[in-house]
């Protein structure tokens, strides 16, 4: 490609083209033409105006619902409502990349910016006593019918707009120097030997060639050899778009992050997942929780201690040494199921269907998991949470093999409390570990909980986990 062939709407070869992921040729196309930051603006306007309209509508609906006429009082709530409704979501991420490429996300966020905006509404409506002007009723009704409706128009919203624009909603370059990489299915990958680009920090015609190219892009990922990336640097120093040069040595190393000791850069291979508000949040929903249930369970939990030491003698509660947060170990409490002299405190064995070490009360017990509820104690003391990565018994085996010996992810999952319950369990991933894959597939849950934690996915997996207490993998 010659100079004269560079044009201000640069477009990739033909060859360029196909090796872009079969999954989004649509939007590889989409994306050379299109300027994304004005797309995005476009877009979240529309979905400001959606959300207006939508919202509307529920306290007008409201109106109509309490009085049978429109008696203003739909329309005065509106008022109040939308403006902070969209001050709480522009400090959230009720209109971000996410609420584009995810539209259950989208939702997800919308909702939450709405419930604070009734909060925060309805201090303004009851403590302050401005009431004279608004219907309480109209003001409740319209609330609830808006939660709905908006989660709603975004999820349709979201899908129609992630279908037109093929979920591209950025302009990403993944530029081949002489170095294969795999794309994402939304970037440009560009050849570019072929097509004339090279890094050339003190040549200005091949600045310009890279500059035209990354015209309106946002993130510019380069694959090179390891002689070839002090030269990318400097020439894409300055192409004001997010650089990233592919080191597939560093995957042996799970690193997160680039960080500096003093002068010399360090990988950032491991950190606490959650900030401290984060933790606090958790913390007291955990211990709200734990000593509600502790109460509420305190008769279920009596008479299955009772009738364990009526059946066979010895301790009411079994005790094991598990791993927690931060690979400490602690002492995880259950009821006991086994025989005493059966039991298996290092867990070197695992339960099995009609296994003759588990008493009768014992089978009953596990098969709703009530022999469980002795670690709301765990909770309490702070050694567990409710929701979290299931803590697992020290001699436990897949095989010969140890379950830390099986992934290199393994130690990744106590980065967070272990919990009584998890997205793994909701998911059906519970019982024996008779084969590998029935460890990587919870490790692959807990990790994708522990990357995508927020206080509502705790909530929800509360509420699925009613659904999976008693279940086939229960024994």
């Known amino acids: 490609m010659n100079k004269a062939s560079v044009g201000l709407a640069w477009q990739p070869s033909e060859r360029s083209r196909s090796l872009v992921s079969n999954r989004a040729p649509r ?13 995005r603006l476009n877009l979240y ?7 207006a309209l939508v919202m509307a509508g529920a306290f007008v609906a409201a109106d109509l619902i309490r009085f049978d006429q429109l008696q203003g009082y739909g329309l005065s709530s509106f008022m109040v409502m939308f403006p902070t409704y969209v001050a709480v979501g522009l400090n959230g991420d009720a209109w971000s990349i996410g609420s584009l490429q995810r539209p259950k996300h989208s939702a997800a966020a919308a909702v939450r910016a709405l419930l604070l905006a009734i909060a925060v509404a309805s201090v303004m409506f009851f403590s302050l006593k401005v009431g004279a002007d608004f219907s309480r ?12 409706l908006i989660a709603a128009a975004r999820l349709a919203l979201g899908r129609a707009l992630g279908l037109r624009y093929g979920w591209t909603f950025r302009r990403e370059v993944l530029i081949l120097d002489g170095l294969a990489a795999t794309p994402a299915a939304d970037e440009i990958v560009v050849d570019a030997a072929r097509e004339g680009l090279s890094a050339a920090p003190d040549d200005p015609t ?6 035209r190219l990354l015209e309106r892009s946002e993130r510019a990922i380069i694959s090179c050899e390891a002689g070839r990336r002090h030269a990318w640097t400097r020439a894409l120093a300055g192409a004001n778009v997010d650089v990233e040069i592919l080191m597939p040595e560093l995957g042996v190393l799970p690193a997160i992050g680039l960080r500096r000791h003093g002068s010399t850069p360090a990988l950032l291979v491991g950190c606490g997942p959650l900030p401290l508000r984060s933790r606090a949040a958790k913390r007291l929903l955990d211990v709200a929780v734990a000593a509600v249930s502790l109460i509420v369970l305190a008769p279920i939990m009596l008479v299955a201690a009772a009738v364990i030491q009526l059946e066979s003698p010895g301790p009411v509660l079994f005790s094991q040494v598990r791993m927690g947060r931060g690979n400490r170990l602690f002492t995880v409490l259950k009821f006991r199921t086994m025989r005493t002299e059966a039991a298996d405190g290092e867990g070197l064995r695992s339960v099995r269907p009609g296994d003759d070490r588990v008493t009768r009360v014992g089978g009953l017990l596990r098969r709703t998991s009530l022999d469980e509820l002795p670690q709301l104690l765990n909770v309490l003391k702070g050694e567990m949470s409710i929701v979290g990565p299931r803590p697992h018994a020290l001699g436990t085996r897949v095989g010969d093999r140890l379950l830390w010996t099986l992934d290199e992810h393994y130690w990744e999952r106590h980065a967070i409390k272990p919990g009584m319950t998890g997205l793994a369990q909701v998911r059906g991933l519970r019982g024996e570990t008779a084969r590998e894959r029935d460890l990587t597939d919870r490790l692959q849950s807990d990790l994708e909980y522990i990357e995508g934690w927020h206080i509502g996915r705790d909530l929800a997996i509360m509420l699925r986990t009613i659904g999976v207490l008693v279940h086939p993998n229960a024994f």
């Open 27 to 39: 939007a590889a196309a989409t994306a050379a033409v299109l300027d994304f930051r004005r797309l």
């Open 45 to 51: 306007a529309l979905i400001l105006v959606v959300d």
């Open 206 to 211: 091949a600045l310009d060639r890279l500059a």
């Open 137 to 148: 009723l109209v003001f409740g009704i319209g609330s609830c019918i808006a939660v709905g």
